[in-house]
């Protein structure tokens, strides 16, 4: 399923993928520039990402996933 779904029915897709197919949807934001500093992070290599997301459900996520996995977003 794209995240790119707009956020004001994000909550409603993810639902509806659940019922449909009785399985954990799960949406992965992520990029070439993303991908490679999470990556580099969990190597325990000092990392900052700058970027732009979304002012959205799916670009909250995305900073949440990063700054959990220890990219600076700052």
């Known amino acids: 399923m794209p995240c790119s779904t ?6 409603r897709t993810m639902a509806l993928a659940r ?8 949406c992965q934001p992520g990029g070439g520039a993303a991908n490679t500093s999470a990556a580099l992070a969990q190597m325990g290599i000092a990392v900052g ?7 959205d459900a799916v670009g909250d ?9 220890g990219v600076d977003i700052g």
Request: hydrophobic letters at 45%; glycine letters at 4%.
């Open 19 to 26: 019922e449909a197919s009785n399985v954990t949807a799960a």
């Open 49 to 55: 990402l700058f970027t732009k997301t979304g002012t």
């Open 6 to 11: 707009p956020a004001a029915s994000y909550d």
């Open 61 to 69: 996520l995305a900073l949440q996933q990063l700054d959990r996995l």
